[in-house]
Nanobody, 124 residues
Framework: QVQLVESGGGLVQAGETLRLSCAAS????????LAWYRQAQDPGKPRELV?????????NYADSVRGRFTISRDDAKNTLYLEMNSLKPEDTAVYSC????????????????WGQGTQVTVSS
């Protein structure tokens, strides 16, 4: 079984910085794409892809966070990070990590996994 556990969320003021971590554990043969999503409390807002990083290090960011957030990965530690600078109240949400992992050698397939999420609250 593969588990993803996020940490690093909390309550901060606008303009401050937070660093989120997502540690993958369990049966892991290979990790492909990793990403951070967020879900605001407003039920009318869909879950948003914040940033993603491929196995070759290629990254992609939502327009709303580009230039402020940095996604990175440490494959030796099976850990994903999200450095969030210049936080804004509109960044308030539950942040969840997402991973595409091959739990066993081929012919086992890659599978999708989600963490439970960590709350980030930014006050004005």
């Amino acid at each position: 079984q593969v588990q993803l556990v996020e940490s690093g969320g909390g309550l901060v003021q606008a303009g401050e910085t937070l660093r989120l971590s997502c540690a993958a554990s369990g049966s892991i043969f290979a990790i492909n794409k990793l990403a951070w999503y967020r879900q605001a409390q407003d039920p009318g807002k869909p879950r948003e892809l914040v940033a993603s990083i491929n196995s070759d290090g290629g990254t992609n960011y939502a327009d709303s966070v580009r230039g402020r957030f940095t996604i990175s990965r440490d494959d030796a530690k099976n850990t994903l990070y999200l450095e969030m600078n210049s936080l804004k109240p509109e960044d308030t949400a539950v942040y969840s990590c997402y991973a595409i992992i091959r739990p066993s050698p081929p012919p086992a397939f890659f599978r999708q996994y989600w963490g439970q999420g960590t709350q980030v609250t930014v006050s004005s």
